[in-house]
């Protein structure tokens, strides 16, 4: 019985989510939403929501959490599909630019809540760009060699230029996504080839 009721309690946990995340748009964001307006689109009363959130503040937080979450996962997918053969810049900013069309509304938040007014949120999406940032690092310095510091260094300009481009994305049509792709490989790949050079240096000046 316990277990159904648990099971109950996180799929309306779950509506909730779901209902802020389908709210968000290019005009509108998270901060415009009012806990009302999710209890409604997630057919349920107002009451009903805190007994999942504290008050809208958490659910924003735990949407970012969510983001953050996503986005790592989206990672080990890009791995996957790497390891089945073929480039590892090019599948990367496919699969990213796959994530943008499909899940616009959970970029646009990372992107407006990383400059919004609230703090707590700013420090939230820096802490889950952060942990991307790591990821990609260990991954870069293991799969590359790299020295740790040129790791974090191509890892941190790699999130920066997918970020942007990522940003740009989100208005641009079909052709214009493709063109946008393109470019963004060459600065992934050319950051990567000075990335490599450097590391070089930076070993054999350590041996």
Do not use: W
């Not at 009302?36 to 008050?55: C, I, N, Q, W």
């Not at 690092?137 to 790791?151: F, I, P, T």
Request: one cysteine or more.
């Amino acid at each position: 019985m316990a277990g159904i009721r648990a099971q109950q309690k996180e799929k309306t946990r779950r509506q909730l989510i779901d209902a802020a995340l389908g709210q968000l748009s290019a005009e509108r964001s998270f901060s415009s939403l009012s806990l009302r307006e999710v209890a409604k689109e997630a057919g349920l009363a107002p009451t009903s929501f805190y007994r999942h959130f504290s008050d809208m503040n958490e659910l924003g937080l735990t949407l970012v959490d969510e983001a953050g979450l996503t986005l790592r996962q989206l990672m080990r997918q890009a791995r996957q599909r790497i390891e089945k053969g073929g480039s590892v810049v090019q599948i990367s900013v496919l699969t990213f630019m796959e994530f943008i069309e499909n899940n616009a509304n959970i970029f646009r938040l990372l992107l407006r809540e990383r400059s919004g007014t609230s703090a707590e949120f700013r420090a939230a999406v820096s802490r889950e760009i952060r942990y991307f940032t790591m990821e990609l690092c260990d991954y870069l310095e293991q799969a590359n060699n790299l020295d740790s510091e040129v790791a974090y260094i191509h890892a941190n300009a790699a999130v920066t230029i997918v970020f942007s481009a990522g940003s740009d994305a989100l208005d641009l049509d079909k052709k214009e996504r493709e063109l946008l792709a393109e470019r963004t490989i060459l600065q992934l790949r050319f950051i990567a080839r000075g990335a490599a050079e450097f590391s070089r240096r930076e070993l054999g000046n350590k041996s």
